[in-house]
């Protein structure tokens, strides 16, 4: 797919480089955030240190329930997505199946195609994107004032002497990423509990079954493996709480036969981000950056969008009542993250257990898992912003 002309849009301050709003990594929490604060109204501009479409190792699936929290005019269909209906789980030879036809369970994607959709979108919306751009350094200004009045200073690779002024900042550059190192809110690998390990598979045209999503239950690694196809390839992989060696080699036992001895490709699973701080000040983390997959799934996606339009929503009300966007964004993340997590936990070691003793329900528990029907699953809160403001 050639690279759109809308990433292009927009127009640079000339004199002073000045935003309302800095994001930071234009991946899908990113750039939806950013999406949503232009149509809001606020100047934003994103910094993202790659150059879309960059590659992005993931398991390429996008759930219904977080599809659900997309906006209505974000069109997936240039994506060429595999739309899955069906769910699959294999343990010891044996296959457990439920059939969903009535409604979508989601699609497998690319992510390099879905984030770069992500981050058109926000630039139709307003926001600017200033692409292979990483971030250096974060000063703040403004001591003289409160701290809901003052200024984030950004550096970066391409700044040339000139400084990034921005009201508010958002981490969406990952579980890896500086900005949370920057502010003090991590450290060096606080929070990573868990690793994944993917491979995409060239297949021919109308071989993979694109329709069913297939699982096999690693118990004994805390995770699992998936087997997710699209139109011409399908996206094998891993993932669990434990070493990225034995992800690699549970990975090549369930499939030695499409194995092709290329260098593993794994990324960070952060689960425990609800114990964590999540924002100081106008500086908030979203995504991954905040440490919110899903302890059961792996899935980052859902909590990420969740996270980003929280995050938005703290930024609206800290303009409307010249406080710290931290304070409203801090309770909302409590409310829809920390007090939940208790319960997130307790169901993830709930559909483990049903892995070994009843494997044959988990496919069904798998697919509403997907459309955010569980017990432990919740939708997203904003009522609670009225309730703190």
Known sequence: MERSKKLKAGKEPQREIVFDLAVI????SGALAASLAAEAGLSTVILESKKHPRPKICGGFLSTRSIDLLPEDLSLSSLQAGTVYQVSLIKKRNFYYIDNSKKPLGLVIKREKFDQLMAEYAC???AILREKEALKAINITGENETRAKSYYLLESEKTEGKTL???YLMGADGAMGNTALLAGLRKPG???????LSQIVKTKPKVA???????YPLPFLGGMGWSFSGPDWTNHGVGGLFGR????KAKRKLFHNQYDHSTPLFWPLPFLGPLQKPATGNLLLIGDAAGLVDPFSGEGLYNSFKSAILAVQAVIAAEKNGI?????YNYLFRKNFREKFAASLCGALLLHTRSIVKPSSLAHQIADLMENKLWFNYNIDLSSIHENN
């Open 25 to 28: 990594g234009c991946g899908p």
């Open 124 to 126: 139709s919306k307003g």
């Open 165 to 167: 002024k921005v009201r």
């Open 190 to 196: 606080e929070g990573i509990k868990g690793w994944g």
């Open 209 to 215: 079954d694109t329709s069913t999503a297939k699982f």
């Open 245 to 248: 060696n034995m992800l690699l």
């Open 324 to 328: 710290e966007a931290s304070n409203t």
